[in-house]
Nanobody, 116 residues
Framework: QVQLVESGGGLVQAGGSLRLSCAAS????????MGWYRQAPGKQRELVAT???????NYADSVKGRFTISRDNAKNTAYLQMNSLKPEDTAVYYC??????????WGQGTQVTVSS
């Protein structure tokens, strides 16, 4: 049994910052890619950022230069540092991880609300 738990969401004013965390626990041999996705009301879930086990990152154009994804392999944890937040960043943020034999797991999501 593997579980992903996100934390760090909340309400922030435009221009502010938040740091999200995603901790994986359970029967874990290896975590390959980890990533953050988000879903705003009435919209499809979209990719925000991904990071490989070796630290290669990929970002959506809308967050480049503002968000930074990182991970601590020893702690089985990924992070998303979000700076210069905009109202359009408001969404539920989900963590996804590829664990063990290429099995995908999702977290339960954490709400990020940016007020104007």
């Amino acid at each position: 049994q593997v579980q992903l738990v996100e934390s760090g969401g909340g309400l922030v004013q435009a221009g502010g910052s938040l740091r999200l965390s995603c901790a994986a626990s359970g029967s874990i041999f290896r975590i390959q890619d980890m990533g953050w996705y988000r879903q705003a009301p009435g919209k499809q879930r979209e990719l925000v950022a991904t990071i490989t086990r070796f630290g290669t990152t990929n970002y959506a154009d809308s967050v480049k230069g503002r968000f930074t994804i990182s991970r601590d392999n020893a702690k089985n944890t990924a992070y998303l540092q979000m700076n210069s937040l905009k109202p359009e960043d408001t969404a539920v943020y989900y963590c996804k991880a590829v664990i063990n034999s290429n099995i995908y797991y999702w977290g339960q999501g954490t709400q990020v609300t940016v007020s104007s």
